[in-house]
């Protein structure tokens, strides 16, 4: 079973500091992706960035990055220069990736709720 | 990016009714859709997964009978809350699968039974 780890239930970040939200993974897979989103008050999951098992390099996606680090099952979100509008949940999410090109839903942490203060 | 439309984005009901919720991928064919729920300052669990011109696969503890899912073409799956009761309010969101890599979610749906 996959288990998906947010430690950090709530953040208070000064505006233009830069930002490290944290995820550990649980998986015995070896083939898998891990996800960011971000929920601001509307409800909408808003995708961020993604991560696959093989990929070598870290993902990074304008002033998203992810801290990836297999050994230690961490994929942990940074955000630099934080901006008023980043306040919002931001969950981190995982899935098995299947050889034959299915995939299972995705495995979701319990969200950390993140607020930038001016 | 790919869009992910989904319908009402919120609905109250009388306790018994039913309610459909769709869920559309506009610019792209979706064979696998997913429903999730979340519960206030909870996180998202996923129901089932919708797979086009076949049975949805629910996640263990979700009724079959009284979540419908139906996914009859590659751009639509709906699901039905039948004879929904208040413990049955949520917020209900669905998510399209594309490339194996990517899930873009529809605007959610929040239900509330009355």
């Known amino acids: 079973a996959q288990k998906i780890t947010q430690t950090q239930p709530g953040m208070f970040v000064q505006e233009k500091e830069a930002v490290t939200l944290d995820c550990t993974y649980d998986t015995s897979d070896q083939s898998y992706g891990l996800f960011w989103y971000k929920q601001p008050s509307s409800g909408e999951m808003i995708f961020l960035i993604y991560q696959g098992s093989y990929d070598e390099q870290n993902a990074t996606e304008g002033r998203y990055s992810l801290n990836f680090q297999k050994a230690r099952k961490s994929a942990n979100l940074v955000i630099s220069a934080s901006q008023l509008g980043d306040s919002a949940m931001y969950f981190c999410?995982?899935?098995?990736?299947?050889?034959?090109?299915?995939?299972?839903?995705?495995?979701f942490g319990k969200g950390t709720h993140l607020i930038i203060q001016p | 990016g790919a869009v992910v439309s989904q319908h009402p984005s919120w609905v109250i009901c009388k306790s018994g009714t039913s309610v459909k919720i769709e869920c559309r991928s506009l610019?792209?064919?979706?064979?696998?859709m997913f429903w999730y729920r979340q519960f206030p300052k909870q996180s998202l669990m996923l129901m089932a997964t919708s797979n086009e011109g076949s049975k949805a696969t629910y996640e263990q503890g979700v009724e079959k009978d009284k979540f419908l899912i139906n996914h009859a073409s590659l751009t639509l799956s709906t699901l039905t809350v039948t004879s929904a009761h208040p413990e049955d309010s949520s917020f209900y969101i669905c998510?399209?699968?594309?490339?194996?890599?990517?899930?873009?979610f529809g605007q959610g749906t929040r239900l509330t039974v009355v």
């Open positions: 998510s399209a699968l594309i490339r194996n890599t990517e899930a873009f």
């Open positions: 999410a995982m899935r098995e990736l299947y050889s034959g090109g299915g995939a299972d839903g995705l495995t």
């Open positions: 610019d792209f064919q979706a064979t696998t």
